[in-house]
């Protein structure tokens, strides 16, 4: 069975930091390139962050730059999303996903999401 579990969501404070992790199974994720998306209450889902398979290559939207990083370890099959100085608009469920698309129906895994919460 296929599985994208991702963990380590919560709530902070504005300026504070989390990170996300995505335990893969069932495929071979290494095989993958992948990325976060996310989707804040009422809105669409929003591409984050990507990387190559390889983890050699990395990419962000620009709202992130500068304050994400991406990066994973394909012997633990995790990928995992380092998010400092938080802003209140960084709200929102993430997913992990295979690919760089922000569209569910076009992925061919997605996971379950957690939950991030920024504020005051």
């Known amino acids: 069975e296929v599985q994208l579990v991702e963990s380590g969501g919560g709530s902070v404070q504005p300026g504070g930091s989390l990170r996300l992790s995505c335990a893969a199974s069932?495929?071979?994720?290494?095989?993958?390139?992948m990325s976060w998306v996310r989707q804040a209450p009422g809105k669409e889902f929003e591409w984050v962050s990507g990387?190559?398979?390889?983890?050699?290559?990395?990419y962000y939207a620009d709202f992130v730059k500068g304050r994400f990083t991406i990066s994973r370890d394909n012997a633990k099959n995790t990928l995992y999303l380092r998010m400092n100085s938080l802003k209140t608009e960084d709200s929102a469920v993430y997913y992990c996903?295979?690919?760089?698309?922000?569209?569910?129906?076009?992925?061919?895994?997605w996971g379950q999401g957690t939950q991030v919460t920024v504020s005051s």
């Open positions: 996903a295979t690919g760089y698309t922000a569209t569910r129906r076009t992925a061919r895994y």
């Open positions: 990387i190559r398979s390889g983890g050699d290559l990395v």
């Open positions: 069932g495929f071979t994720f290494s095989n993958y390139d």
